[in-house]
């Protein structure tokens, strides 16, 4: 589904990708672990198509397509999706119009008609109930004011609703209280089906007991330094990362 | 002695002025007349405001009148088809139409408006019936020594339009006064005059459009004297969607008596330069004022909100909301001023300002000015000019939707709260597809 050779990325004149390769099959979840500052975020971000990073190098391919190609936009209505670290607040908009109209064009880019207002409803019902999200909240404004593990939630609802091909999770983990971990992890559980796959980046071993990943790579210094199983996020777990960093200084 | 600024257009309206008091057949003697003459005068002596005078230091109007018409007095008469005339209406809306052509009350293209305790008069007729009126009309609100456009259209104006809604009288549709010049062949300048006074605890809705068909220069110069009598509720909407070569200055006075609350609605969507001056006087107590301004401007368009409220006495409440939006080079210009006099205790005024600068060309002025004497007051201002919100855009394209319809998204949601105070759905609808037609390119 997604195969990254060798992906360079900076911001401004800083490099922050050094050349990553990663492989993932329709099926699968993968999770992308590492310290602080090791390129996590910035790999999503580029995967995503934010253009604050500059892609110097490599190759992206989604389903046969270039994917450093195409707009953020494009991106998503092929199957992208990314839900934020730091979801954005827009006063004005509310997540209802919101989510009709980022429905409707992926739809339309499908060659599916728009959903009816009834179906579109029904849709929104059941998703909400996923994420165990009120239904006052939608009718707010996108985000605003919402708590953080509201936020969160609004982007696992979100991609109940656009049903995407991959998901790319940025620390979709981060401040949440084990409630709303274990609610938001349901719902990427609950969407998980033989045809999409899951990239899960987080700092932590945490949210890996709830959704349980095929693969687990460590990120350090822009680079994957080791790959492996679940057992991996486990020794990370116990030992931290300064064991890997080690390893990886020690041999460059 | 200082230089006089503007005097090229000065000589030539000296010429005017004279050719003027000619046609007045004796008129011209009358004590009425005097204060035409007062004006006029006033106006050669101070000229037109000058590149450093502080009220229009951003908006260079007598340069830009200089520059751009030539002013000679003979013009054709207008040639308007009706087809011409409904393509500058606004569709759907459903109001007791008043029209000018020119600057002159056009019978046949104005509705016969039969409501009871609603009088209106064109201004014309009111002086040729009785000139001695004009004293009486001229010489209140707009004093002519505060603005050099106000000296102008008080020597000049000949035509607009005097409403009086008597006591109790509710006018259920809006009032549109719309003004449509020709500007097929020649460059067109005129004057109007509006008066509108609402008795007490009567509700009336009033709506000011100018639109020049043409492109020819045109030069439209308005004062509008409001009075809110007690307990009286009304609005007014001013709709500026003119041509590339459209000047317009606008001077507007209102003041409210006790009780009353009055809305005013600014919406400036295109033009050369526009010059809107509000100025809104809380006579007594217990008054609310709104003023609401949404400016969406591109190409060179050039918009100029002055706005003015004045708390004279205690527990009155004003809340002002303007937006702009700037593509293009265009230029905004705001300034704000809210005065609480001493007298008025437990005053609540609050005053926003938020803009949105889309090139790296366009440029926003933004002035809030609060000067306050009593001590028991509330009073708010802020004012606010960025760029679109990158990271919103690229969470919404995030989620699939195209850069232009998330951009257009965003900046209807930045105009929603001005928007959601339009009360009247033609309008809104009218204001709606403007925005999208804009926000498609």
Known sequence: MLSIKNLKARIEEKEILKGISLEVKAGEVHAIMGPNGSGKSTLASVLAGREDYEVTGGEVDFLGKDLLEIDADTRAREGIFLAFQYPVEIPGVSTTNFMKTALNQIREHRGEKPLDAVSFLKRMKEKMKLVEIDQSLLSRSLNEGFSGGEKKRNEIFQMAMLEPKLAILD????????????IVANGVNALKSKDNAT?????????????????????????????????????????????????????? | MEKISGQLILNALTDQFETFEKSLNGQSKSNAHQIRKNAFNHLVEHGFPHAKSEEYKFTNLTKALEKNFELRTAQRSPSLSNKQISSVEIENLDAHKIVFINGKYSETHSD???VTGLKIIPLNKALKDSPEKLEAI??????YESDPFIALNTAFSQDGIFIEIEDNVIVARPIMLHFIGDCQQDELLYQIRNIVKAGKFSQCTIIEKFDNIGSTPSFTNAVVEIDVAEN??????????????????????????AKSTLTTNTYALNGAIVRNNLNIMLEDEGCEAYMNGLYLLDGKTHVDNHTVVDHKKPNC??????????????????????FVRK????????QSNKNVLLTN??????????????????CSHGCTTGQLDMEALFYLQSRGIQKEKARGMLLQAFANDVLETVSIDAIKDYLKAIFVQRLKK
């Not at chain 1, 680079?223 to 390893?247: C, N």
């Open chain 1, 171 to 182: 620390e979709t983990d981060s401040g949440l209280d084990i409630d709303a971990l274990r």
């Open chain 2, 138 to 143: 001229f010489s209140t609100k707009a004093d």
């Open chain 2, 232 to 257: 009286a509720f009304l609005k007014y909407f001013k709709i500026e969607n003119d041509t590339d070569k459209a000047y317009h200055v606008s001077n507007i006075h209102a003041s409210q008596a």
């Open chain 2, 112 to 114: 016969k408006i039969d």
């Open chain 1, 199 to 252: 990239i899960v980046v987080t700092h932590y071993q945490r949210l890996l007991d709830y959704i349980v990943p095929d693969f687990v790579h460590v990120l350090y210094n822009g680079k994957i330094v080791k790959s492996g199983t679940k057992e991996l996020a486990f020794e990370l777990e116990e030992k931290g990362y300064d064991w890997i960093k080690e390893e990886v200084d020690a041999s460059a």
């Open chain 2, 361 to 378: 060309k366009a440029i926003v002025n933004t002035k809030p000015q609060l000067e306050i004497w009593a001590d028991d007051v509330k």
């Open chain 2, 317 to 338: 409440y004003s809340n002002e909301l303007y937006k702009g939006i700037m593509d293009g080079s265009s230029r905004g210009v705001f300034n704000g001023k809210i």
């Open chain 2, 343 to 350: 007298d008025a205790q437990k005053t609540n005024a609050f």
